[in-house]
DNA sequence: CCAAAAGTGTTTGCTCTACACCCATGG
DNA sequence: CCATGGGTGTAGAGCAAACACTTTTGG
């Protein structure tokens, strides 16, 4: 008999999404704060149930959009906690999704029905979280900070243009780590990832190129292989 | 109101599980032959739904168990498809695993209830397969190649004493490609993964060394970073 | 003219790669 | 003693890392 008339129990299935973004020179993620059981009262991540007619990636957008308003960003696939003793309500399997969106876009943060409030966090000062939300989201910054060393995903977090000292700054923010100006600029032209723009951004001190990432450039650096 | 009440449709939760391991100097794939519909008759990668009292991973060892009587292997989630039409019995979610067994563990393989039979394909000579299969091996192939690059995970496809030279052939099947003897060796021994064993191997020929992985060893090289 | 931030090259060391011959055993 | 596979080192090229001063603008 097939298992599609309901006879067998279902594990629930939900989407939860790390979102991260910068505010004031730190890296933020997205929480939000449950206003019902269980863990009524905790922060914890903008998440929701999969819905049948929306695939995985819509869901993880959908609740993206419910809790900011942002319809753009980027988002990936972090990985499927299933545990079977994760939410006490009961198996509850959640596809854990990461987001950045670049600081330039507006984002509205309120209240819904389910959701007292939402807020930014800096990752170093996160609340304690409800279910393994700490585990996902440490799991996200691992491989957020991964991702940046050897892809061109920096760029997600900052606007449409932005000038090579912005970048590097998002660099040293997220990978907590200082890096060499002229090396910096030298291998991020040289890998062709992103290109000049005609504006000039002006301000304090001498005004500085903007640039902007190539949608067509390939984003990978081959890692360099433990064997020849 | 809870959606743990079942008033709400869930989807359907499965595991499929992509299997490689070397069968004479190539890299094999397990697959089984359907009995029942949909796609009865085709070739599919092993797998089954989420049992309520079963994490992810044990789901996905279980149903390996099933299918091959090995109980260890190297086992690693690797994406959950989602699409709504995936599946045409209605709305399944697949969390995909790819496992690796050793050459020298013997496999049993046999039809089942539900399985006419098993079989090991070669990763470039595979049948027309059932659902988003193709694609899903597709995936786990990329990311078996690429993981080989750099971390130790090629020792999970050989016995557990193995010979330099055996190690090599192993990832020129994976990689496709040709390597040089002595690179290989000194780089091989420089991470540190693997530590001789005292036994050495006979046959015709010299005498070679056997070796073993280091359970303690740290599998991961640093990638060449993008930017310094 | 001063403050502030942008922009620019070179040298040194290290790592990667290419490459060919001797060794130990079994038959 | 011969066939078979095991084992070893070095030289050259390319890449990565460290490092300080000049330029442009606004006030």
Redesign the pocket.
């Known amino acids: 008999m097939s298992p599609f008339t309901y006879e067998y129990p279902r594990p629930a299935l939900t989407v939860d999404v790390v979102c991260f973004t910068l505010r004031e020179n730190r890296l933020n993620v997205l929480l939000i704060q449950r206003a019902e059981p269980p863990f009524a009262g905790m922060w914890a991540l903008p998440g929701g149930f999969v819905q049948m007619e929306e695939s995985l990636e819509q869901a993880a957008l959908r609740e993206l959009e419910d809790e900011t308003g942002i319809r753009e960003a980027y988002l990936e696939q972090l990985y499927t906690y299933g545990e079977t003793n994760r939410d006490p309500r009961g198996r509850v399997v959640t596809v854990a999704y990461f987001a950045l969106i670049s600081a330039d876009k507006p984002v509205r943060i309120e209240g819904t029905r389910e959701v007292t409030r939402a807020g930014w966090f800096p990752v170093d000062e996160l609340p304690e979280l409800a279910f393994d939300h700490t585990e996902i989201i440490g799991y996200a910054l691992r491989r957020l900070r991964y991702k940046l060393e050897y892809t061109a995903i920096g760029f997600e977090l900052l606007p449409g243009a932005f ?4 970048l590097q700054y998002t660099y040293e923010i997220v990978l907590n780590e200082k890096l ?4 910096f ?3 991020v032209l040289q890998a062709g990832v992103i290109e000049q723009t005609p504006q ?1 951004r ?8 903007l640039y902007r990432y190539r949608p067509d450039a390939v984003a990978e650096i081959k890692a ?2 433990l064997f ?1």
Do not use: C, F, I, S
Request: charged share 50%; proline share 9%; glycine share 14%.
């Open positions: 000038t090579l000292t912005q060499d100006k002229r090396n600029r030298r291998r000039m002006g301000g304090e001190g001498r005004p500085a190129r360099r292989r020849p």
